[in-house]
């Protein structure tokens, strides 16, 4: 410490102290300990924070490395045609045998796009590829296509819309987002 600050120390070291208080001592004691004595339990917190993250950022145990990220995100939207005019169909939603559904996926980058039922591919024809710019896209552009299974099975459908690499549309470097809807006689 330098001079004056000792000074000023022993000066209030020799004030008597309170009643029932610490030794002036002693409190300059505690005001000289440095503040985080443990400071390797801040690595300690660090770390377990992190292992947290990642097994809340991944909870089915899937991970993200290299060339398997996908190219960008997709996000697939559903209406239902028929006599009753066009409608948005959300999560769950239900969707009468007399209608058919549109389709609308929007995507944030370029790639190749396919729409699924199931394990079915309901957009390109197998055999073709959908490659798209990013921004918003419709089976058949302006004249839209809508799809209605051959035979509508009452119960829950899911269809997905998948981004894959323009290069290889491989599941594994695809982007999928579903959607569950009931189909209703």
Same mark, same amino acid.
């Given at each position: 410490?330098?001079?004056?600050?000792? $000074?000023?120390?022993? !000066?209030?070291?020799?004030?008597?102290?309170p009643a029932g208080g610490p030794e002036a001592a002693e409190v300059l004691a505690r005001a000289r300990r440095? !503040?985080?004595r443990h400071t390797h339990a801040i690595g300690i917190t660090a770390l377990a924070a992190a292992a947290l993250l990642a097994v809340w950022a991944f909870p089915? =145990?899937?991970?993200?490395?290299? *060339?398997?990220?996908?190219?960008?995100?997709?996000h697939l939207q559903l209406a239902a045609e028929g006599p009753r005019g066009v409608r948005a169909v959300?999560?769950? =939603?239900?969707?009468?045998?007399?209608? %058919?559904?549109?389709?609308?996926? %929007?995507t944030d980058a370029p790639g190749?796009?396919? *729409?699924?039922?199931?394990? $079915?591919?309901?957009?390109?024809?197998?055999?073709? !590829?959908? $490659?798209?710019p990013a921004g918003a896209h419709r089976p058949g552009g302006d004249t839209l296509l809508s799809w209605r299974p051959d035979a509508p099975t009452p119960g829950v459908a899911r269809y997905a819309a998948?981004?894959?690499?323009?290069? $290889?549309p491989d599941p594994a470097r695809c982007a999928v987002d579903t959607v569950e809807v009931r189909w209703q006689p």
């Amino acid at each position: 410490m330098t001079e004056p600050a000792d $000074a000023l120390g022993r !000066r209030i070291a020799a004030l008597p102290a309170p009643a029932g208080g610490p030794e002036a001592a002693e409190v300059l004691a505690r005001a000289r300990r440095p !503040r985080f004595r443990h400071t390797h339990a801040i690595g300690i917190t660090a770390l377990a924070a992190a292992a947290l993250l990642a097994v809340w950022a991944f909870p089915d =145990g899937t991970r993200t490395k290299g *060339l398997t990220v996908a190219p960008g995100s997709v996000h697939l939207q559903l209406a239902a045609e028929g006599p009753r005019g066009v409608r948005a169909v959300g999560p769950g =939603g239900g969707v009468s045998g007399d209608e %058919r559904l549109l389709f609308e996926v %929007r995507t944030d980058a370029p790639g190749a796009l396919f *729409l699924t039922e199931g394990e $079915a591919r309901v957009w390109p024809p197998v055999g073709q !590829r959908w $490659a798209v710019p990013a921004g918003a896209h419709r089976p058949g552009g302006d004249t839209l296509l809508s799809w209605r299974p051959d035979a509508p099975t009452p119960g829950v459908a899911r269809y997905a819309a998948w981004l894959c690499a323009a290069d $290889a549309p491989d599941p594994a470097r695809c982007a999928v987002d579903t959607v569950e809807v009931r189909w209703q006689p």
